[in-house]
């Protein structure tokens, strides 16, 4: 039997060698799943005391919030100009939202399952709500104690004319509209449609 010469077998070992790279580090270790903070439907009913005044500061801070930016809005449109209203929307509703929160010791906002303003993406306890469309003021508790609540906004006729059917609102409207709000999808409702909630959220204790 003819023998190979060992040089040619050393030689074959160190190709294989140098083409199968450098052995292969180990992988890392997994990340520790996290899991998401557990937020709990609780019935007004079944609210202690302490969280039935948190709920009231909630629903205070709320109305101040839509009164004062109703205010605006009706003297913005008291002007005769439609689109002052929009900027009034864009500039002092978050500016509005701020103050109140400050002022109450929360957090406050709105928000819609079909948004004009990309900033007003509904917090994540309140996803599974907004997916679901709730239609009565719905409250939760948090994983730290925490009280938050979803309250319905309704289309009242005078919004129409910036949300309504998009052939029913003025062309200098719908073209403010696309300047502010790029992609808008609130669009399209009728007077006393669900539009989208305002939300609150009051820490414990």
């Known amino acids: 039997m003819t023998r190979t010469p060992p040089v040619i077998v050393m030689a074959a070992m160190l190709v294989a060698a140098a083409c199968s790279?450098?052995?292969?580090?180990?992988a890392p270790p997994a990340e520790p799943q996290?899991?998401?903070?557990?937020?709990?439907?609780?019935?007004?009913?079944?609210?202690?005391d302490e969280q039935r005044a948190r709920q009231q500061r909630g629903l205070d801070a709320?109305?101040?919030m839509s009164g004062r930016l109703m205010g605006e809005l009706t003297a913005a449109l008291?002007?005769?100009?439609?689109t002052a209203a929009?900027?009034?929307?864009?500039?002092?509703?978050p500016e509005i939202s701020a103050a109140v929160a400050n002022e109450y010791g929360l957090m406050l906002g709105r928000t819609s399952d079909r948004?004009?303003?990309?900033?007003?993406?509904?917090?994540t306890w309140a996803e599974p709500l907004v997916a679901r469309r709730v239609a009565e003021p719905t409250w939760l508790v948090g994983p730290d104690?925490?009280?938050?609540?979803l309250v319905p906004i309704r289309l009242k006729a005078e919004c129409a004319m910036c949300h309504g059917p998009r052939e029913q609102i003025a062309d200098e409207v719908l073209?403010?509209?696309d300047d502010f709000y790029p992609g808008d999808e609130a669009v399209g409702f009728a007077e006393g449609d669900l539009r989208g909630w305002f939300w609150v959220e009051t820490p414990s204790g």
């Open 115 to 123: 948004l004009r303003n990309r900033s007003n993406l509904p917090p």
């Open 62 to 64: 709320i109305q101040a």
């Open 86 to 93: 929009i900027e009034v929307c864009s500039h002092r509703a």
């Open 175 to 177: 073209a403010r509209i």
């Open 145 to 149: 104690g925490e009280l938050a609540g």
């Open 34 to 48: 996290v899991a998401a903070p557990v937020w709990t439907e609780v019935a007004d009913a079944d609210l202690n």
């Open 78 to 82: 008291d002007g005769g100009d439609a």
């Open 21 to 26: 790279g450098p052995p292969e580090a180990p």
